[in-house]
């Protein structure tokens, strides 16, 4: 394994599967539990067919965040929301290079806004489009299921793209690039976590695997044993 997934996994449950009707309180479990990021899912119902929460929630969720609150942008256009979520409290902000015309303007509004970035790869997304843009990246966040729902299966082929990118990141930190997290999103257990982490994967997105059980320290912890085993 490389020396960044080594020296620190993080783990970021996603509210996407949380009890909306108390969303304040189950961040401050979670971050109780031992969350690192909390991942706040963004869906507009044109880019995703699904509909979740806007920058008045993450405003008035953030007192309870004492962890960054990580904005996974699935909307299009791209644009207005990076500066609406970065005034209403985000710390990292991702989107979809297919949702906006110009991917390094896009990424250069949430530097500007004082924000880390990211970009997102759909599962039928080339790793290619990255090439050019790691140097705005603080992040690279890897779908590993087609973006608009909690509760889905992993797809397998997406361990060979996460091992892709970890060579791709790894080569451009060796000729003295910042570091980049390579982060997950999508049907990651207990029970596969290590296999993620193995391919290169340090940062991981949870949702129905935390929200959807009872004690989410349990969870937290079983995956950190995990990627302790990894
Ligand atoms: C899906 C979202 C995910 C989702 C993951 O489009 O981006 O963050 O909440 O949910 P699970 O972990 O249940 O697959
Ligand atoms: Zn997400």
């Known amino acids: 394994m490389n020396e ?53 929630v993450c405003a008035a969720l953030k007192p309870y965040a004492t962890v960054p609150i990580d904005v996974h942008l699935m909307v299009e256009p791209v644009d207005e929301m990076i500066s609406r979520f970065a005034s209403a409290g985000a710390d990292i902000i991702t989107f979809h290079p297919e949702a906006t015309r110009h991917i390094d303007r896009s990424l250069s ?76 999103d999508g049907g990651v257990k207990v029970d596969n976590i290590a296999q993620i982490a193995r391919a290169g994967a340090d940062t991981f997105v949870a949702g129905s695997a935390i929200f959807g059980k009872k004690d989410y320290a349990q969870q937290i912890t079983a995956m950190r044993q995990q990627l302790d085993l990894s």
């Not at 090439?131 to 889905?152: C, R, T, W, Y």
């Open 109 to 184: 509004l949430i530097k500007e806004a004082g924000c880390q970035a990211g970009l997102v790869l759909n599962p039928a997304t080339p790793v290619y489009i990255l090439e050019h843009v790691l140097a705005k990246l603080d992040v690279v966040l890897i779908m590993s299921v087609n973006p608009g729902f909690g509760g889905q299966t992993f797809i397998p082929e997406c361990l060979n793209k996460i091992r892709l990118v970890r060579q791709m990141i790894d080569r451009y930190v060796g000729e003295g690039g910042q570091t980049i997290r390579l982060e997950v």
């Open 4 to 56: 960044l997934a080594k020296s620190k996994f993080f783990i970021a449950p996603s509210i996407l599967s949380a009890d909306f009707a108390c969303l304040g309180n189950e961040i401050q479990s979670v971050i109780a539990a031992g969350a690192d990021w909390i991942h706040f899912d963004v869906m507009d119902n044109h880019y995703v067919p699904n509909l979740t929460l806007g920058p008045m």
